[in-house]
């Protein structure tokens, strides 16, 4: 599954996809992430019947996400963001 | 009093065709939403009742209003449910709930249910936000997106509309079509500002279904801007309370070129139905391993 977090207004879409079919919830992106943007769950919460862990955008991020990651995330040359570069399958994409 | 415009009627149903007391699987689903609550009871698979009201102060009071009307002269009570699954926002507050399944998982596979394994596209517009679901054959999620910010094509903002205008809420959709020509939409749907635009225009001297008509459209663009970022593929679905406004899902799929697939049953119960559901599937699961 792709999940979509995130949100949508006036200035663009803002959205972190994680590609749940990927993530194993090995949970490296989460210490990487200065804002504590990830969280592991022990099962996937859209997935009721697969009972593997899997990373998630904690709640409290997905209504500022934006301002969460405008810390990685300068004008001009933009360096690799830490949670896509942390993920070792490529499960992580940012929308912006 | 005043009328209330926003109010719309709660509703129950039982099915005619079955006698839940020869049921083996009994279980419950319950949708706490900000706006309403729904819930519902399925026997082995099929839906048995349902009821749907507007949610109170709280959560677990709302959750318990719902299914007593839900299980109104069926001669059932709390206890005969197997298994309860809680979901949308007052989620976790289900008294009676056995776990919490979040709406996106519960709306797939509600609508899965409602609509039939053809449906791939759901678009949930509740009473607060707003998703948009990709599902597969099985009612299983493949994709999904929620607009976690903003109450721009949600059931509240049309309430706050219904009220402003003083136009019942169930006429609102009617009413949006009886314009000759498509007015340009509000400039914004966030709840605030349309208000304030509505406010202006009627004041200009617009004929409230010329307001009401730049409203609906402006909604519909709104969800379908969100929409485009997954993608739509048919057969596609709309659930919730605005799935019952023509106004809106007439222009929805006018922008998309696509036809929803026409409800059978009360759509703001899609959620409810995929809790249950599951809940039935949970069973099944617990008795394999036994
Ligand atoms: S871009 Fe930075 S702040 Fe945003 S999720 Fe990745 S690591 Fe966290
Ligand atoms: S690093 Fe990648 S695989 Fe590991 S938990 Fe994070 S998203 Fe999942």
């Known amino acids: ?96 | 009093m005043a009328e209330e415009y926003w109010r719309w009627t709660e509703s129950r149903w039982t099915n005619p065709d079955i006698d839940w007391k020869k049921g083996d699987i009994i279980t419950g689903g319950v949708d706490v939403g900000s706006v309403s609550s729904q819930a519902v009871v399925f026997v082995d698979g099929e839906l048995y009742c349902y009821g749907n009201t507007r949610t109170g102060s709280n959560s677990p009071d709302s959750a318990h209003k719902a299914m007593g009307l839900a299980m109104e002269d069926t001669g059932m009570s709390l206890t005969d449910l197997q298994y309860t699954v809680g979901t949308g926002y007052g989620r976790v507050n289900v008294p009676f709930g056995t776990r919490a399944i979040t709406e996106i998982a519960c709306h797939a596979r509600g609508a899965n249910f409602m609509y039939g394994p053809t449906v791939k596209t759901v678009l949930d517009m509740g009473g607060q936000d707003c998703k948009a679901i990709h599902c597969d054959p099985r009612g299983k999620v493949t994709n999904f997106l929620m607009n976690d910010k903003c109450a721009a094509g949600t059931g509240r903002g049309m309430e706050v509309f219904a009220d402003l205008l003083q136009v019942p809420i169930t006429q609102i959709g009617e009413l949006s079509l009886q314009v000759e020509k498509e007015p340009p939409p509000v400039s914004s749907t966030c709840v605030v500002f349309a208000k304030s635009e509505a406010s202006s225009l009627l004041r200009e001297g617009w004929p409230k279904e010329k307001v009401i008509a730049a409203y609906c459209s402006a909604m519909a663009h709104r969800v379908v801007t969100l929409l485009e970022r997954i993608g739509v593929e048919e057969d596609f679905a709309i659930t919730g309370g605005i799935a019952k406004n023509v106004g809106v899902v007439g222009r929805i799929e006018k922008e998309l070129g696509i036809t929803a697939l026409k409800p059978k049953i009360d759509t703001q119960i899609a959620g409810a139905v995929g809790a249950a559901l599951f809940g039935d599937a949970l069973v099944k699961k617990e008795r394999k391993k036994g």
């Open chain 1, 1 to 96: 599954m792709i999940a979509n977090y995130g949100y949508k207004d006036g200035s663009g879409d803002y959205f972190i996809a994680i590609d749940t079919d990927r993530c194993d919830g090995c949970g490296a992106c989460v210490p990487m992430c200065p804002s504590s943007v990830f969280m592991v769950m022990d099962e996937d919460p859209n997935d009721p019947m697969r009972e593997e862990p899997v990373a998630v955008v904690a709640d409290d991020q997905r209504k500022k996400i934006k301002y969460a990651c405008a810390q990685c995330k300068p004008g001009g040359d933009r360096p690799p963001l830490p949670c896509v570069a942390a993920c070792p399958v490529d499960a992580i994409t940012h929308s912006w």
